[in-house]
């Protein structure tokens, strides 16, 4: 049961490079959101999905953009990166309605722009 | 907007010693409330959860009871061991939504 997987683990861009951020689960969670890690801030909401075909944003959705086209996928595209954007990326996955259940984490994504 | 508070860190402490990691919490509704916790190299794991006032989470001898008086989510342990350290991060989520506000996370180091 692979849960949810995040690729690459880890990445190096230089500023204005694009790349996609990989997110699948087979839990069959309608629910999967991204969020970065950034030391002494905690976890930030980026965007998220609430089932294939719908996105919204988070926090700090500036300068990322995602798509849900099927329920196992959900990739996160940096169309320009840029050094602000260097930090832990974690994809999450939860079943759909009722009281908030527990999210899934993937392992991350480390990703450094120069 | 809804915003999770806690304490300072890096934590380090002595095997077999007590452990409390302070968190408090503002929010509009009636949240729920949980705690994770996060290994080195790996994502972030479900430690524990409340859904209302005065219940109580508890697994793997931690606890933290959901004090709605004090807003406060509090994480205890009797007696830490070295597998204990890990980054803890407290965490709410309002009623019908599957978004979490995090708090900042504290680093807790158990020496043998």
């Known amino acids: 049961n692979a849960g949810v997987t995040q690729t690459p683990k880890f990445q190096v861009l230089k500023t204005g490079q694009s790349m996609t951020l990989q997110c699948a689960q087979d839990?069959?969670?309608?629910?999967m959101s991204w969020y970065r890690q950034d030391p002494g801030m905690g976890l930030r909401l980026i965007h998220y999905?609430?089932?294939?075909?719908?996105?919204d944003q988070g926090e700090v959705p500036n300068g990322y953009n995602v798509s849900r086209s099927t329920t196992e996928d959900f990739p996160l595209r940096l169309l320009s990166a840029a050094p602000s954007q260097t930090s832990v990326y974690f994809c999450?996955?939860?079943?759909?309605?009722?009281?908030?259940?527990?999210?899934?984490f993937g392992n991350g994504t480390r990703l450094t722009v120069t | 907007g809804d915003s999770v508070t806690q304490m300072e860190g890096p934590v380090t402490l002595s095997e077999e010693a007590f452990l409390t990691i302070n968190c408090t919490y503002t929010?509009?509704?009636?949240?729920?409330l949980f705690w994770y916790v996060q290994y080195p190299g790996e994502g972030l794991q479900l430690l524990l959860k409340?859904?209302?006032?005065?219940d109580k989470g508890s697994n793997k001898g931690f606890e933290a009871t959901y004090r709605k008086e004090t807003t406060s989510f509090h994480l205890e342990k009797g007696s830490v061991q070295v597998s204990d350290s890990a980054v803890y991060f407290c965490?709410?989520?309002?009623?019908?939504?599957?978004?979490?506000?995090f708090g900042q996370g504290t680093r807790l180091t158990i020496n043998p």
């Open positions: 999450a996955s939860s079943p759909p309605t009722g009281p908030p259940t527990p999210l899934h």
């Open positions: 839990m069959n969670h309608e629910y």
């Open positions: 999905s609430v089932g294939a075909g719908i996105t």
């Open positions: 929010a509009t509704g009636y949240p729920s």
């Open positions: 409340a859904t209302k006032a005065d």
């Open positions: 965490a709410l989520g309002d009623q019908g939504a599957q978004k979490l506000v």
